[in-house]
Nanobody
Framework: QVQLVESGGGLVQAGGSLRLSCAASGRTFSNGAMGWFRQAPGKEREFVARISWSGGSTYYADSVKGRFSISRDSTKNTVYLQMNSLKPEDTAVYYC????????????????WGQGAQVTVSS
């Protein structure tokens, strides 16, 4: 099993920045991918960004491209999501996600989930 623990959420004004962290423990893996989804009240969980564990290739949802940046520290089994130029519509619970062997863009493809971190952007 793999455990994912997020940290770094909070309240920020529009235009501000936050950084989320996700640390993986347990039976961690050297390939596959980790990343982030988010879920706003009354909406479905949606893909935000992911990074492949072996090559470091990244992929972003159009809604965050150019504002968010995902990175990883393989030595710490940790993935980061740097969020800049935040907007009120970015308000959501952000979930760390991981999948063995392959990348992902849908919730059905995810093997492991974190508990979620609240991000609130005030206008």
């Amino acid at each position: 099993q793999v455990q994912l623990v997020e940290s770094g959420g909070g309240l920020v004004q529009a235009g501000g920045s936050l950084r989320l962290s996700c640390a993986a423990s347990g039976r961690t893996f050297s390939n596959g991918a980790m990343g982030w989804f988010r879920q706003a009240p009354g909406k479905e969980r949606e893909f935000v960004a992911r990074i492949s564990w072996s090559g470091g290739s990244t992929y972003y949802a159009d809604s965050v491209k150019g504002r968010f940046s995902i990175s990883r520290d393989s030595t710490k089994n940790t993935v980061y999501l740097q969020m800049n130029s935040l907007k009120p519509e970015d308000t959501a619970v952000y979930y760390c996600a991981a999948r063995r062997w392959q990348v992902f863009t849908t919730t059905a493809e995810v093997n492991y989930w974190g508990q979620g971190a609240q991000v609130t952007v005030s206008s």
